[in-house]
C-alpha cells in the first residue's frame, strides 16, 4: 500500500511563489505517474501537473509557465514550485499517485483524475490579492 503526505502550502501574496511537497511511503507495483492535483471550494478536482519515473511531465494549459513539478527519487518526495500566483490558484493541493499509462494518457488528453488510485489528504494554498 502506498501513503501520500503533502506540506508546505500556506498563505501568499498575489505574484508570489510557494513550493509544496508530497512524501510517498510504502510500496506499490503500479505507480510510476505522480502528480498534483487541486480542487477550490465548490469547484471540481482539476489536474495540475504529472511526472513519471523517467521524468516526463506534463501541465495543464493554465499553469504552464508558472508551475515546475520535479521528484527526489531518493527522498521519494514530489515537489511542485508555484511561481506569479494568481486568485485564482486558491485551492487545496492533492498528490496522487497512478500506473505509468496515467502519463501517457495525461500528456496526449490531458490529466484526469480517475487514472489516479492513491491519494493523500491536500495541503491548503492561498493567494490573497
Known amino acids: 500500500q502506498l501513503q501520500l503526505v503533502e506540506s508546505g502550502g500556506g498563505s501568499v501574496q498575489a505574484g508570489g511563489s510557494l513550493r509544496v511537497s508530497c512524501v510517498v511511503s510504502g510500496v506499490s507495483s503500479n505507480t510510476d505517474c505522480i502528480g498534483w492535483f487541486r480542487q477550490a471550494p465548490g469547484k471540481e478536482r482539476e489536474g495540475v501537473a504529472v511526472?513519471?519515473?523517467?521524468?516526463?511531465?506534463s501541465y495543464a494549459d493554465s499553469v504552464k509557465g508558472r508551475f515546475s513539478i520535479s521528484q527526489d527519487n531518493a527522498k521519494r518526495t514530489l515537489y511542485l514550485e508555484m511561481h506569479s500566483l494568481k486568485p485564482d490558484d486558491t485551492a487545496m493541493y492533492y498528490c496522487a499517485a497512478g500506473p505509468r499509462w496515467a502519463c501517457i494518457v495525461s500528456r496526449a488528453v490531458g490529466i484526469s483524475q480517475g487514472n489516479f488510485g492513491y491519494w493523500g489528504q491536500g495541503t491548503q494554498v492561498t493567494v490573497s490579492s
Open positions: 511526472i513519471d519515473s523517467g521524468g516526463s511531465s
